[in-house]
Protein backbone atom coordinates (compact mmCIF):
# COMPACT_ATOMS: atom_id res chain seq x y z
CA UNK A 1 0.00 0.00 0.00
CA UNK A 2 1.33 3.37 -0.89
CA UNK A 3 2.18 6.22 1.49
CA UNK A 4 -0.03 9.10 0.77
CA UNK A 5 2.61 11.44 2.08
CA UNK A 6 5.06 10.05 -0.38
CA UNK A 7 6.39 11.25 -3.89
CA UNK A 8 7.77 9.06 -6.02
CA UNK A 9 8.89 9.20 -9.53
CA UNK A 10 11.57 6.10 -9.64
CA UNK A 11 12.67 4.10 -12.29
CA UNK A 12 11.12 6.21 -15.07
CA UNK A 13 14.12 6.96 -16.65
CA UNK A 14 13.62 10.68 -17.11
CA UNK A 15 16.12 12.88 -17.95
CA UNK A 16 15.82 16.25 -16.02
CA UNK A 17 17.79 19.18 -16.91
CA UNK A 18 16.48 22.25 -16.70
CA UNK A 19 13.78 23.73 -14.29
CA UNK A 20 11.30 23.60 -16.49
CA UNK A 21 11.81 20.18 -16.96
CA UNK A 22 11.11 18.86 -13.08
CA UNK A 23 8.49 21.88 -12.98
CA UNK A 24 5.67 19.26 -13.31
CA UNK A 25 6.91 16.79 -10.59
CA UNK A 26 7.22 19.40 -8.34
CA UNK A 27 3.95 21.02 -9.00
CA UNK A 28 2.73 17.40 -7.64
CA UNK A 29 4.93 17.14 -5.31
CA UNK A 30 3.77 20.47 -3.65
CA UNK A 31 0.25 19.26 -3.70
CA UNK A 32 1.53 17.07 -0.75
CA UNK A 33 0.12 17.85 2.62
CA UNK A 34 2.50 16.93 5.24
CA UNK A 35 5.50 15.49 2.90
CA UNK A 36 7.52 12.52 4.13
CA UNK A 37 9.05 10.49 1.69
CA UNK A 38 10.52 11.59 -1.85
CA UNK A 39 11.87 9.16 -4.04
CA UNK A 40 13.83 10.02 -6.99
CA UNK A 41 16.51 7.29 -8.30
CA UNK A 42 15.89 5.97 -11.31
CA UNK A 43 16.50 9.63 -13.13
CA UNK A 44 19.39 11.82 -14.17
CA UNK A 45 18.54 15.35 -12.82
CA UNK A 46 21.24 18.28 -13.98
CA UNK A 47 22.39 21.49 -11.72
CA UNK A 48 19.57 23.54 -12.50
CA UNK A 49 16.36 20.62 -11.73
CA UNK A 50 18.04 20.17 -8.60
CA UNK A 51 18.56 23.52 -7.53
CA UNK A 52 14.57 24.10 -8.40
CA UNK A 53 13.70 20.71 -6.45
CA UNK A 54 15.98 22.13 -3.48
CA UNK A 55 13.53 25.14 -3.17
CA UNK A 56 10.46 23.00 -2.76
CA UNK A 57 11.96 21.17 -0.60
CA UNK A 58 13.20 24.24 1.60
CA UNK A 59 8.94 24.34 1.88
CA UNK A 60 8.71 20.58 3.23
CA UNK A 61 10.15 20.17 6.77
CA UNK A 62 7.62 17.59 7.55
CA UNK A 63 9.80 15.64 4.84
CA UNK A 64 11.44 12.32 6.60
CA UNK A 65 13.00 9.89 3.79
CA UNK A 66 15.32 11.81 0.92
CA UNK A 67 15.82 9.16 -1.39
CA UNK A 68 18.25 10.44 -4.16
CA UNK A 69 19.94 7.56 -4.70
CA UNK A 70 20.89 6.84 -8.66
CA UNK A 71 19.97 10.31 -9.89
CA UNK A 72 23.43 11.32 -11.40
CA UNK A 73 23.23 8.57 -14.31
CA UNK A 74 25.03 10.20 -17.60
CA UNK A 75 26.02 13.38 -15.66
CA UNK A 76 29.49 15.12 -16.08
CA UNK A 77 31.46 15.05 -12.99
CA UNK A 78 31.91 18.58 -12.87
CA UNK A 79 27.88 19.11 -12.64
CA UNK A 80 27.49 16.80 -9.70
CA UNK A 81 28.85 19.08 -6.87
CA UNK A 82 26.23 21.84 -7.59
CA UNK A 83 23.64 19.41 -7.66
CA UNK A 84 24.60 17.30 -4.93
CA UNK A 85 25.49 20.79 -2.92
CA UNK A 86 21.73 21.94 -3.36
CA UNK A 87 19.89 19.02 -2.44
CA UNK A 88 21.89 18.90 0.99
CA UNK A 89 21.55 22.47 1.64
CA UNK A 90 17.97 21.95 1.39
CA UNK A 91 17.66 19.41 4.02
CA UNK A 92 20.67 20.86 6.36
CA UNK A 93 17.76 22.48 8.89
CA UNK A 94 15.42 19.83 8.32
CA UNK A 95 14.28 18.74 11.86
CA UNK A 96 12.48 15.75 11.26
CA UNK A 97 14.43 14.40 8.33
CA UNK A 98 15.29 10.06 9.69
CA UNK A 99 16.92 9.27 6.54
CA UNK A 100 19.37 10.36 3.64
CA UNK A 101 19.80 7.88 0.64
CA UNK A 102 22.62 8.97 -1.94
CA UNK A 103 23.79 5.42 -3.03
CA UNK A 104 24.75 4.47 -6.60
CA UNK A 105 25.90 8.19 -7.57
CA UNK A 106 29.14 8.18 -8.84
CA UNK A 107 30.58 10.76 -7.20
CA UNK A 108 34.53 10.26 -6.97
CA UNK A 109 36.43 12.17 -3.85
CA UNK A 110 35.91 15.75 -5.50
CA UNK A 111 31.67 15.08 -4.37
CA UNK A 112 32.49 14.87 -0.64
CA UNK A 113 32.64 18.25 0.10
CA UNK A 114 29.15 19.45 -1.13
CA UNK A 115 28.12 17.07 1.83
CA UNK A 116 29.69 18.40 4.70
CA UNK A 117 27.65 21.09 5.45
CA UNK A 118 24.68 18.50 6.17
CA UNK A 119 26.62 15.97 7.92
CA UNK A 120 28.05 18.42 9.95
CA UNK A 121 24.85 20.70 10.99
CA UNK A 122 22.27 18.44 10.72
CA UNK A 123 21.82 16.43 14.17
CA UNK A 124 18.28 15.26 13.48
CA UNK A 125 18.48 12.58 10.62
CA UNK A 126 19.91 9.22 11.95
CA UNK A 127 19.87 7.20 8.73
CA UNK A 128 23.00 7.81 6.24
CA UNK A 129 23.08 5.53 3.05
CA UNK A 130 26.77 6.10 1.01
CA UNK A 131 27.00 2.96 -1.02
CA UNK A 132 28.58 2.82 -4.16
CA UNK A 133 29.93 6.15 -4.32
CA UNK A 134 33.84 5.84 -5.47
CA UNK A 135 34.53 8.26 -2.84
CA UNK A 136 37.89 6.57 -2.36
CA UNK A 137 40.50 7.32 0.91
CA UNK A 138 39.95 10.94 0.34
CA UNK A 139 36.05 11.31 -0.28
CA UNK A 140 35.89 8.82 2.61
CA UNK A 141 38.27 10.65 4.74
CA UNK A 142 35.70 14.19 4.59
CA UNK A 143 32.78 12.31 5.16
CA UNK A 144 34.04 10.99 8.55
CA UNK A 145 35.55 14.12 9.45
CA UNK A 146 32.26 16.02 9.07
CA UNK A 147 30.81 13.20 11.47
CA UNK A 148 33.48 13.77 13.78
CA UNK A 149 32.85 17.80 13.69
CA UNK A 150 28.91 16.98 13.80
CA UNK A 151 29.45 14.93 17.16
CA UNK A 152 31.80 17.89 18.89
CA UNK A 153 28.54 20.07 18.05
CA UNK A 154 26.85 17.82 19.67
CA UNK A 155 28.91 17.65 22.49
CA UNK A 156 29.59 21.31 23.05
CA UNK A 157 25.17 21.51 23.37
CA UNK A 158 25.45 18.79 25.75
CA UNK A 159 23.20 16.85 23.15
CA UNK A 160 23.30 13.07 22.08
CA UNK A 161 23.70 11.78 18.14
CA UNK A 162 20.53 10.64 16.77
CA UNK A 163 22.73 8.56 13.72
CA UNK A 164 21.71 5.11 14.12
CA UNK A 165 22.84 3.60 10.52
CA UNK A 166 25.75 3.88 8.37
CA UNK A 167 26.38 1.87 5.25
CA UNK A 168 28.96 3.23 3.01
CA UNK A 169 29.88 0.06 1.02
CA UNK A 170 31.99 -0.16 -2.34
CA UNK A 171 34.19 2.95 -1.93
CA UNK A 172 37.40 2.12 -2.01
CA UNK A 173 38.02 3.66 1.78
CA UNK A 174 41.05 1.26 2.00
CA UNK A 175 43.12 1.78 5.09
CA UNK A 176 44.03 5.54 4.59
CA UNK A 177 40.37 6.11 5.85
CA UNK A 178 39.34 3.65 8.29
CA UNK A 179 40.96 5.49 11.22
CA UNK A 180 39.19 8.85 10.86
CA UNK A 181 35.93 6.38 10.12
CA UNK A 182 36.93 4.49 13.55
CA UNK A 183 36.92 7.83 15.69
CA UNK A 184 33.81 9.16 13.92
CA UNK A 185 32.10 5.67 14.83
CA UNK A 186 33.39 6.35 18.54
CA UNK A 187 32.17 9.80 18.93
CA UNK A 188 27.98 8.31 17.37
CA UNK A 189 28.15 6.14 20.24
CA UNK A 190 24.51 4.87 19.58
CA UNK A 191 25.23 2.93 16.63
CA UNK A 192 22.82 0.46 15.70
CA UNK A 193 24.09 -0.68 12.20
CA UNK A 194 27.26 -0.56 10.07
CA UNK A 195 27.99 -2.02 6.69
CA UNK A 196 31.33 -1.29 5.43
CA UNK A 197 31.69 -4.14 2.52
CA UNK A 198 34.00 -4.54 -0.11
CA UNK A 199 36.13 -1.41 0.48
CA UNK A 200 39.62 -2.69 0.40
CA UNK A 201 40.22 -2.49 3.81
CA UNK A 202 43.33 -4.57 5.29
CA UNK A 203 43.66 -5.61 8.75
CA UNK A 204 44.85 -2.52 10.19
CA UNK A 205 42.39 -0.88 9.01
CA UNK A 206 39.73 -3.53 10.21
CA UNK A 207 41.27 -3.44 14.35
CA UNK A 208 41.27 0.13 14.26
CA UNK A 209 37.34 0.17 12.79
CA UNK A 210 36.52 -2.46 14.90
CA UNK A 211 38.09 -0.37 18.09
CA UNK A 212 36.02 2.68 17.44
CA UNK A 213 32.76 0.53 17.21
CA UNK A 214 33.82 -1.24 20.71
CA UNK A 215 32.25 2.10 21.89
CA UNK A 216 28.88 1.75 20.36
CA UNK A 217 27.14 -1.03 22.58
CA UNK A 218 23.87 -1.05 20.92
CA UNK A 219 25.11 -2.35 17.78
CA UNK A 220 23.12 -4.88 15.90
CA UNK A 221 24.60 -5.10 12.02
CA UNK A 222 28.18 -5.13 11.58
CA UNK A 223 28.79 -6.14 7.50
CA UNK A 224 32.54 -6.08 6.67
CA UNK A 225 32.06 -8.41 4.01
CA UNK A 226 34.99 -8.71 1.44
CA UNK A 227 37.68 -6.46 3.28
CA UNK A 228 40.71 -8.45 4.09
CA UNK A 229 40.96 -9.21 8.28
CA UNK A 230 43.45 -12.09 8.42
CA UNK A 231 44.55 -12.96 11.85
CA UNK A 232 45.38 -9.57 12.92
CA UNK A 233 41.87 -8.00 12.41
CA UNK A 234 39.93 -10.84 13.29
CA UNK A 235 41.48 -10.77 16.81
CA UNK A 236 40.30 -7.40 17.37
CA UNK A 237 36.96 -8.63 16.05
CA UNK A 238 37.26 -11.03 18.56
CA UNK A 239 37.85 -9.02 21.19
CA UNK A 240 35.21 -6.45 21.03
CA UNK A 241 32.35 -9.04 20.25
CA UNK A 242 31.77 -9.09 24.56
CA UNK A 243 30.97 -5.45 23.99
CA UNK A 244 28.08 -6.13 21.73
CA UNK A 245 25.81 -7.88 23.50
CA UNK A 246 23.14 -6.60 20.80
CA UNK A 247 24.41 -8.12 17.99
CA UNK A 248 22.15 -10.03 15.59
CA UNK A 249 24.04 -9.35 11.81
CA UNK A 250 27.95 -10.68 11.58
CA UNK A 251 28.81 -10.76 8.13
CA UNK A 252 32.79 -11.34 7.77
CA UNK A 253 31.80 -13.92 4.57
CA UNK A 254 35.80 -13.32 1.90
CA UNK A 255 37.39 -11.80 4.69
CA UNK A 256 40.18 -14.08 4.97
CA UNK A 257 39.85 -14.91 8.96
CA UNK A 258 41.93 -17.42 8.30
CA UNK A 259 41.59 -21.00 10.48
CA UNK A 260 43.79 -18.67 13.29
CA UNK A 261 41.69 -15.69 13.03
CA UNK A 262 38.02 -18.06 12.47
CA UNK A 263 39.11 -19.62 15.93
CA UNK A 264 39.71 -16.07 17.46
CA UNK A 265 36.28 -15.08 16.39
CA UNK A 266 34.39 -18.40 17.54
CA UNK A 267 36.32 -18.74 20.75
CA UNK A 268 34.28 -15.33 21.58
CA UNK A 269 31.52 -16.52 20.66
CA UNK A 270 31.87 -19.44 22.92
CA UNK A 271 32.37 -17.08 25.82
CA UNK A 272 28.22 -16.37 25.68
CA UNK A 273 28.35 -12.43 25.06
CA UNK A 274 26.36 -12.25 21.76
CA UNK A 275 22.96 -14.59 22.78
CA UNK A 276 21.10 -12.30 20.13
CA UNK A 277 22.78 -13.41 16.89
CA UNK A 278 20.64 -14.37 14.25
CA UNK A 279 22.64 -14.15 11.39
CA UNK A 280 26.41 -15.47 10.87
CA UNK A 281 27.92 -15.58 7.48
CA UNK A 282 31.72 -16.36 7.15
CA UNK A 283 31.70 -17.56 3.99
CA UNK A 284 35.18 -18.25 1.53
CA UNK A 285 37.48 -17.32 5.07
CA UNK A 286 39.42 -20.15 4.44
CA UNK A 287 38.46 -21.96 8.02
CA UNK A 288 39.65 -25.18 8.73
CA UNK A 289 37.68 -28.39 10.69
CA UNK A 290 39.20 -27.09 14.33
CA UNK A 291 37.91 -23.26 13.59
CA UNK A 292 34.49 -24.94 12.45
CA UNK A 293 34.18 -27.44 15.35
CA UNK A 294 34.68 -24.09 17.79
CA UNK A 295 31.63 -22.56 15.85
CA UNK A 296 29.74 -25.78 16.52
CA UNK A 297 30.55 -25.64 19.86
CA UNK A 298 29.21 -21.77 20.27
CA UNK A 299 25.95 -22.03 18.37
CA UNK A 300 25.17 -25.91 21.11
CA UNK A 301 25.81 -23.46 23.98
CA UNK A 302 24.67 -19.65 23.61
CA UNK A 303 23.08 -18.98 20.06
CA UNK A 304 19.70 -20.34 19.94
CA UNK A 305 18.67 -17.79 18.14
CA UNK A 306 20.60 -18.36 14.81
CA UNK A 307 18.39 -18.59 12.02
CA UNK A 308 21.06 -17.85 8.99
CA UNK A 309 24.42 -19.52 8.80
CA UNK A 310 26.78 -19.12 6.01
CA UNK A 311 29.86 -21.34 5.60
CA UNK A 312 30.25 -22.56 2.43
CA UNK A 313 33.58 -22.42 0.57
CA UNK A 314 35.44 -23.09 3.60
CA UNK A 315 37.95 -25.88 4.14
CA UNK A 316 35.93 -29.30 4.70
CA UNK A 317 34.16 -31.55 3.88
CA UNK A 318 29.69 -31.70 4.25
CA UNK A 319 30.16 -35.42 5.73
CA UNK A 320 32.99 -33.84 8.13
CA UNK A 321 32.21 -33.93 12.04
CA UNK A 322 32.55 -30.71 12.59
CA UNK A 323 29.66 -29.64 9.93
CA UNK A 324 27.79 -32.64 11.52
CA UNK A 325 28.16 -31.30 15.13
CA UNK A 326 26.94 -27.70 13.59
CA UNK A 327 23.69 -28.78 12.27
CA UNK A 328 23.32 -30.93 15.55
CA UNK A 329 23.75 -27.94 17.80
CA UNK A 330 20.96 -25.59 15.43
CA UNK A 331 18.55 -28.57 15.14
CA UNK A 332 19.36 -28.50 19.24
CA UNK A 333 17.49 -25.10 19.24
CA UNK A 334 15.27 -26.06 16.21
CA UNK A 335 16.88 -23.69 13.57
CA UNK A 336 17.42 -27.46 11.39
CA UNK A 337 16.91 -24.81 8.18
CA UNK A 338 19.41 -22.20 9.19
CA UNK A 339 22.34 -23.27 7.34
CA UNK A 340 22.80 -22.37 3.78
CA UNK A 341 24.31 -24.63 0.55
CA UNK A 342 27.59 -26.34 0.91
CA UNK A 343 28.32 -26.87 -2.18
CA UNK A 344 31.71 -25.39 -2.82
CA UNK A 345 33.40 -26.57 0.49
CA UNK A 346 37.41 -27.66 0.30
CA UNK A 347 38.33 -30.54 2.22
CA UNK A 348 41.89 -30.48 0.74
CA UNK A 349 42.40 -26.51 1.61
CA UNK A 350 43.75 -26.63 4.90
CA UNK A 351 46.74 -29.01 3.74
CA UNK A 352 48.32 -25.47 3.30
CA UNK A 353 47.13 -23.83 6.59
CA UNK A 354 50.73 -24.12 8.84
CA UNK A 355 52.38 -22.75 5.60
CA UNK A 356 50.14 -20.07 5.19
CA UNK A 357 50.00 -18.87 8.35
CA UNK A 358 53.92 -18.93 9.00
CA UNK A 359 53.75 -16.74 6.12
CA UNK A 360 51.39 -14.04 7.23
CA UNK A 361 53.37 -13.84 10.64
CA UNK A 362 56.42 -13.81 9.13
CA UNK A 363 55.13 -10.57 6.95
CA UNK A 364 53.69 -9.10 9.56
CA UNK A 365 57.09 -9.38 11.59
CA UNK A 366 58.95 -8.09 8.32
CA UNK A 367 56.66 -5.09 7.98
CA UNK A 368 57.39 -4.54 11.67
CA UNK A 369 61.34 -4.36 11.55
CA UNK A 370 60.75 -1.96 8.47
CA UNK A 371 59.01 0.34 10.51
CA UNK A 372 61.20 -0.14 13.03
CA UNK A 373 63.98 0.36 10.92
CA UNK A 374 62.72 3.72 9.24
CA UNK A 375 62.21 4.74 13.06
CA UNK A 376 66.28 4.12 13.16
CA UNK A 377 66.95 5.88 10.34
CA UNK A 378 64.84 8.79 11.07
CA UNK A 379 66.28 9.06 14.34
CA UNK A 380 69.54 9.06 13.46
CA UNK A 381 68.94 11.62 10.68
CA UNK A 382 67.65 14.03 13.05
CA UNK A 383 71.08 13.19 15.14
CA UNK A 384 73.46 13.80 12.22
CA UNK A 385 74.08 17.59 10.93
CA UNK A 386 72.38 17.04 7.04
CA UNK A 387 75.41 19.58 5.69
CA UNK A 388 78.46 18.03 6.25
CA UNK A 389 79.61 20.60 8.31
CA UNK A 390 81.73 17.82 11.00
CA UNK A 391 83.40 15.94 7.78
CA UNK A 392 84.69 19.90 6.63
CA UNK A 393 86.33 20.71 9.14
CA UNK A 394 87.73 17.76 10.14
CA UNK A 395 88.98 17.72 6.63
CA UNK A 396 90.45 21.07 7.11
CA UNK A 397 91.84 20.96 9.98
CA UNK A 398 94.32 17.73 8.71
CA UNK A 399 95.28 19.84 5.60
CA UNK A 400 98.38 21.48 5.25
CA UNK A 401 98.51 25.12 4.39
CA UNK A 402 102.13 25.87 3.02
CA UNK A 403 102.89 29.25 1.02
CA UNK A 404 104.34 29.35 -2.20
Avoid at 103 to 128: K, W, Y
Avoid at 172 to 200: D, I, Y
Avoid at 335 to 345: G, I, T, V
Wanted: proline share 3%; glycine share 6%; charged share 30%.
Amino acid sequence: MSNPKSFSIVGQNLKLDTKADIQPHLDALDQIQDLEEVHFGGNTLGVEACQALADVLRTKPTLKIADFADIFTGRLISEIPDALRALCDALQDNTNLVELNLSDNAFGGRSAEPMVNFLTHNHHFSVLKLNNNGLGVTGGTIVANALIDAAKELEAKGLKSNLRTVICGRNRLENGSAPVWAKAFAAHGGLVEVRMFQNGIRMEGIEAISQGLSSCPNLEVLDLQDNTATVRGSRAIAACLPKWPNLKTLNLSDCLLKPKGGALVFDALVQGGNPKLETLQVQYCDLDRKALDILASAISQHLEKLEKLEINGNWADEEDECIEKIKQALEKWDHQDALDELDEMDPEGEEDEEEEEEEEEEAEEEEEEVKEEKEGEAKVEAAEPKDGTEELAAALSKTEITDK
